[in-house]
């Protein structure tokens, strides 16, 4: 239990499919689905590393949006990539350190929007 996680996951809003020679394609083989079930087996190692079952994350956010505010969200643990979604084409990366995860959002708006997340107990 000693050695450090680290996990990246790179979701993207638009299309990264390529042929299998490497060169792009006009078909889309699902590759955000493919990113997604990458992200959700992260956030089960993350969840894992701390060593709680609590289902509800605390999201801080700064720089966010073209005025770059900072706030903070409380969203079940199913609902993290949800809240971090926007409307228009964006990228969100995933970093995962231990106990430590973030995340950094790019997109016409925003230059490098920070997320910070904390595992919470569950109301009961
Ligand atoms: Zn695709």
């Given at each position: 239990m000693n050695t450090l996680e680290?996990?990246?996951?790179?979701?993207?809003?638009?299309?990264?499919?390529?042929n299998e020679d490497g060169t792009p394609t006009d078909?889309?083989?699902?590759?955000?689905?493919?990113?997604?079930?990458?992200?959700?087996?992260m956030m089960h190692t993350w969840r894992e590393t701390v060593g709680v079952?609590?289902?509800?994350?605390k999201i801080t956010g700064t720089q966010m949006n073209w005025d770059r505010v900072s706030g903070e969200a409380i969203v079940p643990?199913?609902?993290?990539?949800?809240?971090?979604?926007i409307r228009g084409?964006?990228?969100?990366?995933?970093?995962?350190?231990?106990?430590?995860?973030?995340?950094?959002?790019?997109?016409?708006d925003e230059y490098c929007a920070t997320f910070y997340f904390t595992l919470i107990e569950d109301e009961d």
């Open positions: 680290y996990n990246e996951v790179e979701l993207t809003s638009d299309c990264t499919c390529t078909d889309c083989f699902d590759c955000w689905q493919d990113s997604v079930w990458l992200f959700k087996d079952k609590w289902d509800t994350v643990f199913e609902k993290v990539l949800d809240a971090l979604k084409d964006f990228t969100l990366r995933f970093k995962q350190e231990g106990t430590i995860l973030t995340a950094t959002r790019s997109s016409h």
